[in-house]
């Protein structure tokens, strides 16, 4: 996770302040303000969370640095707006490192060192010229190296409780690739499993009722929560029986148009809710499984890319961000290094390699992107672009076309999906451990 030279920093209340406050012994326990040996009031807490406080120069500290990132001229909103939004940020990343503690996830120092060496390395820097650069935008070294320590603790935690928990079916895949490729469902592979009551197409009425009076009967066991593949070896008239009705895996568009629309629908595992009738008579039809479609190779255009992100939030307005992105656009085309631009300033992982995004697949980025990529000429800087991520500006610096095996399709598709899924994971995660934590503003407090 990259940390721009003018960051902002988090702070949490030392241990001696929550005993002077008597935040071990509860909430309501808190008083409004610290105060020195003569009684004089030092500071102010503007925060309760947990039992932990956020203090007012600690956000004092994390707006002014906001502020000299941001840089002289930047729209910035209202202070009141500005500070509330600084001091939302604060109690979020307090719950993330209280969680992390609780969960007994550490860094050593050795791990902060080497990632300072890394940021110094990605600004072209040793460590000694890193510090001094710091130093001069008035980021005290020990507070950034806090800093640092505390973001791979986020890092590892989000991996714990929401990455690693992110799956993603076969069935998603086929769906994602099938939608990229314009082509529909056409564009799987399904496995039918189906449960056959035979019946002569030309046989007597009565013949064709019982048939399909068996075929309901068996479609309410089903749906009672009888086992599929076991009432299919017991009851089916079809050759697939022994292997539970099951017909393999086969491109969906050879199918019957009677299946077709039975599972068109359908996510893996689920019953088609009516008796379907083909000409072999009345069946139950479940889809037991759905993939991309697999064959020849697919050519694909790739698009060599760079971007710089700036997000929303944490004092960061969009206008802001829009006009600090048009100023690097402007110096960017007056002959500014790019890279040099997104190490200094974006913040997105990519930023450590001079925000290059290698070579992107249709799809792998969201819809936004793709499009104002895509309208770029090589070596043209596009204007500021608004995703759900924040602001971008994009430098396409190569085009390709490459032949991609279903195989790879399908490992592009898997990641994209699960990049997306996780970052929504995340935010319903972080929004459940807020609603579950003890939180009291005090930031309008007159005491």
Request: glycine fraction near 8%; aromatic fraction near 4%; charged fraction near 25%.
């Amino acid at each position: 996770m990259e940390f721009p030279i003018a960051m902002s920093t988090r702070f949490r209340a030392p241990l001696a302040a929550l005993v002077l406050l008597g935040a071990l012994q509860g909430p309501a326990a808190h008083a409004q303000a610290l105060s020195d040996t003569r009684g004089q009031p030092v500071d102010r807490i503007v925060a309760i969370v947990n039992n932990g406080v956020i203090t007012q120069r600690q956000l004092d500290q994390r707006v002014e640095m906001i502020r000299r990132r941001l840089g002289q001229g930047a729209q910035l909103p209202p202070d009141d707006q500005l500070r509330s939004q600084v001091l939302n940020q604060m109690v979020l990343d307090d719950l993330q490192l209280q969680r992390a503690k609780e969960g007994g996830i550490t860094v050593d120092d050795g791990e902060v060192d080497r990632t300072v060496e890394r940021l110094a390395q990605a600004n072209g820097m040793t460590v000694t010229q890193f510090r001094n650069r710091l130093a001069a935008e008035h980021v005290d070294w020990d507070s950034f190296r806090e800093d640092a320590r505390n973001e791979l603790l986020l890092t590892r935690l989000r991996q714990r409780e929401v990455d690693s928990r992110i799956t993603v079916s076969d069935a998603e895949v086929a769906s994602y690739l099938a939608s990229q490729r314009g082509s529909g469902p056409a564009a799987s592979e399904v496995n039918v499993q189906r449960i056959v009551f035979k019946v002569d197409p030309n046989a007597p009425a009565d013949q064709q009722q019982a048939a399909q009076q068996r075929a309901e009967a068996a479609l309410k066991e089903v749906q009672g929560g009888a086992d599929f593949a076991r009432l299919a070896k017991r009851e089916s008239q079809a050759e697939e029986a022994a292997k539970g009705g099951e017909m393999g895996f086969q491109a969906a568009d050879t199918l019957s148009d009677e299946y077709r629309q039975a599972v068109a629908n359908l996510a893996p595992g689920q019953v088609a809710p009516n008796v379907v009738h083909t000409s072999q008579g009345y069946e139950v039809v479940r889809l037991a499984g759905r993939r991309a479609q697999s064959g020849a190779n697919q050519s694909v255009t790739q698009t060599h890319a760079s971007h710089i992100l700036i997000r929303i939030g944490n004092g960061t307005s969009e206008p802001a961000a829009r006009n600090k992105l048009l100023d690097i656009k402007r110096q960017v085309e007056a002959g500014g290094d790019f890279g040099a631009f997104a190490r200094a300033n974006s913040q997105d992982g990519s930023a450590a390699t001079g925000g290059d995004l290698g070579w992107i697949n249709p799809g792998q980025t969201v819809p936004e992107f793709e499009r104002a990529m895509n309208r770029l000429p090589i070596g043209q800087v596009s204007d500021p672009i608004r995703t759900e991520y924040g602001y971008h500006l994009i430098l396409v610096s190569g085009r390709r076309q490459t032949q991609e095996s279903a195989q790879q399709q399908q490992e592009a598709a898997r990641q994209t999906i699960g990049a997306r899924k996780a970052d929504q994971a995340f935010d319903d995660w972080l929004r459940q451990l807020r609603d579950s934590a003890y939180i009291q503003y005090k930031l309008d407090d007159d005491n």
